[in-house]
């Protein structure tokens, strides 16, 4: 057996005659310095080759070799063998974990139409892939973003950190976001961007199938629990605009406006319509508002398309307080403007009442006791500007309309289908000129006359009874004497 000696530099020829002496082709070097085994020059270092097959055992800790199977180096952990170097498409298990003043991943694409891509992948048909910030005020932050690139993808951002959008980031339609818990998604105004946050759809979807024909933007479907425990106090989407703090000197312009929601509809093409009511195309509308309860949804106390409220308390003050403002339109060109219609299908169950005021939950009665139930309000003009003209060809028109009792009834006023009026009494100013008819007339017998002429001096008894018997059967006819 060949001894060397420490620090002893070895020639080649000299290693070759060493491991030829060894039975097992094994080369022991010991030491306890920092280089036990030194190698210098420009050449390589060869290690021991072979595929996965010819493996000499199972992976003893410390050791090394070279896999040309997987064109790796691994090393034995003991136990098993271990890549040692990563390529690219490789698949990694288990946690990774980055530590240091930047903890940043890198994922590097080679072109825009390429981009960088953080995929799942596995046999399973849905994977999940989860961003788990740290704490309550832990973040996902997305730095000029585009989220999502597949049809079926989605983005779900669990428990109770939030998802902050910054810059110009966009929501693209390709994707379906879910925010559960107490997530919350914030954004900045920016120069330039007069939406904080916005989803942005081109919708291209051209088909002639009925099935298609529901296309929505933005669906939030909330259901409330099942287990039969849960209590009242469900909003499907909640909007608010708070203003907390007084604006700059000056104020803000007039017609300066704050809202919680807009819903706008706008078409600028024919939808295919030839211009007959029976061949028009299409229906565009600003916002649609249903409660239905259908199946076993008894006992409700109320089901209501639409709440509308408006309020000024304390020392807020407002020149008008409106719960629902109406306005026309500025694009004319329709002689069919209403600003309330009300419509069914052949199906449907009608309303009771078209208009009803008083609420059915409380007692409260929402007209003022100095107020108007329907009346028309007349601005405050500017100096100098005087007050637009009120004109209008009918007050109330319901001529297209058939009515089985009466047109018009309140406590002590009545008008029937004909336009026949019952009343108690009717005052010019404050005097009474008609009023309950006069009962106890008995018919005069004899010719009644109002179509001669007398002379008040030289008129007779017969003649003058004559007109007075006229006179009683008229207003016997009009009803206001009787037998």
């Known amino acids: 057996m060949t001894t060397f000696l420490p620090r002893q530099v070895l020639t ?154 910054k810059g110009n980031s966009t929501l693209t339609t390709t994707i379906a976001p879910v925010f559960q818990s107490n997530a919350s998604l914030a954004g900045k105004l920016t120069t330039g961007n007069t939406f904080v946050n916005a989803i942005s759809i081109t919708d291209n979807v051209n088909t002639s199938s009925h099935s298609a024909k529901a296309l929505y933007g933005l669906y939030v479907d909330h259901h409330v629990g099942s287990s039969g425990t849960w209590t009242g106090g469900r909003t499907g989407i909640l909007s608010g605009m708070t203003l907390a703090s007084a604006p700059a000197a000056g104020g803000v312009a007039p017609g300066s406006f704050f809202n919680a929601v807009i819903g706008t509809s706008q078409c600028s093409v024919n939808l295919g319509g030839t211009g007959t009511s029976a061949q028009s195309a299409g229906s565009l509308e600003g916002g649609v508002f249903q409660a239905f309860a259908t199946g076993t949804a008894t006992f409700l106390h109320q089901v209501t398309g639409m709440t509308a409220s408006a309020s000024v308390g304390g020392s807020a003050s407002a020149q008008f307080v409106m719960a629902i403002q109406i306005a026309t339109g500025d694009g004319g060109g329709s002689a069919s403007y209403a600003g309330i219609t009300m419509g069914a299908d052949t199906a449907d169950v009608p309303f009771r009442h078209g208009i009803a005021f008083g609420d059915p939950i409380t007692v409260g009665w929402p007209i003022d006791i100095t107020g108007t139930m329907i009346g028309t309000m007349r601005p405050t003009p500017a100096v100098g500007d005087p007050a637009p003209p009120r004109v209008a060809d009918f007050g109330v028109d319901f001529s297209d309309v058939t009515f089985g009792t009466a047109f018009l009834k309140s406590v002590g006023f009545l008008v029937d289908p004909v336009g026949n009026t019952t009343v108690l009494t009717v005052k010019v100013g404050a005097n009474q000129v008609v009023g309950a008819r006069d009962t106890g007339w008995a018919a005069m017998t004899g010719t009644p006359n109002k179509a001669a002429v007398y002379d008040t001096a030289s008129v007779t008894l017969p003649q003058l009874a004559g007109r007075v018997a006229q006179l009683q059967a008229a207003l016997t006819t009009h009803g206001l004497l009787g037998a």
């Open 12 to 165: 080649a020829e000299a290693l070759n005659a060493a491991f030829a002496e060894q039975v097992a082709a094994t080369f022991t070097v010991t030491g306890s310095g920092a280089k036990a085994l030194n190698a210098s020059g420009t050449g390589s270092f060869g290690l021991p080759s072979g595929s996965t097959a010819q493996r000499p055992d199972t992976g003893a800790a410390g050791t090394v070799r070279y896999n040309s199977t997987t064109g790796r180096y691994e090393f034995g952990t003991g136990g098993a063998w271990a890549n040692h170097v990563r390529l690219a498409g490789d698949t990694m298990t288990g946690a990774l974990g980055v530590a240091g003043s930047a903890n940043t991943i890198t994922v590097a694409g080679s072109a825009a139409a390429a981009p960088a891509t953080l995929a799942a992948s596995g046999t399973d048909s849905n994977i999940s892939i989860r961003i788990n910030p740290k704490g309550t005020g832990g973040q996902v932050q997305l730095w000029r973003t585009v989220i999502g690139d597949n049809a079926n993808s989605q983005g779900v951002f669990d428990g109770s950190s939030s998802l902050t959008v």
